[in-house]
């Protein structure tokens, strides 16, 4: 069974840093392309960066210079580095393996003050 199980997620002030971690199971995604997509209540889910499988990236201008994916293939996981957060990041952040569409259940992450 293929398992994508989003976490790290957390309340945080504005300009603070967070990181998340998507690890997956039963399905090696150590050459596979992975994006991140955030959704807020009543919002449509949003796209905000993705790796190939060569490592390549591409983010959504709002996150971009902010925030940053990175692989690691020992661990079959792949991480989304936020700084600088700001309230407007409050979300729900899933990761999601596009070539057979695998999603995660997401990790919850609230920008306060």
């Known amino acids: 069974q293929v398992q994508l199980v989003e976490s790290g997620g957390a309340l945080v002030r504005p300009g603070e840093s967070l990181s998340l971690s998507c690890v997956a199971s039963?399905?090696?995604?150590?050459?596979?392309?992975i994006q991140w997509y955030r959704q807020a209540p009543g919002k449509q889910r949003e796209w905000i960066t993705l790796?190939?499988?060569?490592?390549?990236?591409n983010y959504h201008d709002s996150v971009k210079g902010r925030f940053t994916i990175a692989r690691d293939r020992y661990k079959n996981a792949v991480y989304l580095q936020m700084s600088n957060l700001k309230p407007e990041d409050t979300d729900v952040y899933y990761c999601?393996?596009?070539?057979?569409?695998?999603w995660g259940r997401g990790t919850q992450v609230t920008v306060s003050s």
């Open positions: 790796i190939t499988g060569n490592d390549g990236t």
């Open positions: 039963g399905i090696n995604i150590y050459s596979r392309a």
């Open positions: 999601n393996e596009p070539e057979e569409q695998h």
